[in-house]
C-alpha cells in the first residue's frame, strides 16, 4: 500500500548516538527507528506523553522493553469500545440477569406469537 505523506506523518524515534552499558556490563549501541503513523494518531500520542511527562522516544522505549520482558504484547489487545447501542443492550442485559421478575416470560413459542399477532 502506498502511503500519501499528506495524510500520514512520519514518526522518527531518534536515539543518543552513543554507547551505553547493558546488562552485565556489556555495551549497546543505540538505534534510529523509523514508523509511519497516522498523523491526528501522532498528534494525541506526542499531546498524552507531554501531559504524563514523557516523549515518545520514552514511552516506546518503556513498551519494547515490557514486550521484551514479557514475551508479549505488554497491555491488553481488544476490539474497539462498543457503540452506544451496544452499550445500552449490555446494560439491559445485566438489569434482566439482575431482575429476573421484571422479565415477562411465555410458557410457549406460541404465546409470544400470540402477543405479537395481538399488537
Given at each position: 500500500?502506498?502511503?500519501?505523506?499528506?495524510?500520514?506523518?512520519?514518526?522518527?524515534?531518534?536515539?543518543?548516538?552513543?554507547?551505553?552499558?547493558?546488562?552485565?556490563?556489556?555495551?549497546?549501541?543505540?538505534?534510529?527507528?523509523?514508523?509511519?503513523?497516522?498523523?491526528?494518531?501522532?498528534r494525541e500520542l506526542?499531546?498524552?506523553?507531554?501531559?504524563?511527562?514523557?516523549?515518545?522516544?520514552?514511552?516506546?522505549?518503556?513498551?519494547?522493553?515490557?514486550?521484551?520482558?514479557?514475551?508479549?504484547?505488554?497491555?491488553?489487545?481488544?476490539?474497539?469500545?462498543?457503540?452506544?447501542?451496544?452499550?445500552?443492550?449490555?446494560?439491559?442485559?445485566?438489569?434482566?440477569?439482575?431482575?429476573?421478575?421484571?422479565?415477562?416470560?411465555?410458557?410457549?413459542?406460541?404465546?409470544?406469537?400470540q402477543e405479537v399477532?395481538?399488537?
Amino acid at each position: 500500500m502506498i502511503l500519501d505523506m499528506k495524510e500520514k506523518a512520519m514518526l522518527v524515534l531518534m536515539t543518543k548516538p552513543k554507547k551505553e552499558l547493558g546488562k552485565e556490563g556489556s555495551i549497546m549501541a543505540n538505534t534510529s527507528v523509523i514508523m509511519k503513523i497516522d498523523e491526528n494518531l501522532n498528534r494525541e500520542l506526542k499531546d498524552l506523553m507531554q501531559d504524563l511527562g514523557l516523549d515518545l522516544n520514552t514511552f516506546f522505549t518503556i513498551v519494547a522493553r515490557q514486550a521484551v520482558r514479557e514475551q508479549a504484547i505488554p497491555f491488553y489487545v481488544s476490539r474497539e469500545i462498543p457503540n452506544e447501542e451496544t452499550i445500552a443492550a449490555f446494560k439491559e442485559v445485566e438489569e434482566m440477569r439482575q431482575h429476573p421478575e421484571k422479565i415477562k416470560s411465555y410458557d410457549s413459542f406460541a404465546e409470544l406469537l400470540q402477543e405479537v399477532e395481538d399488537v
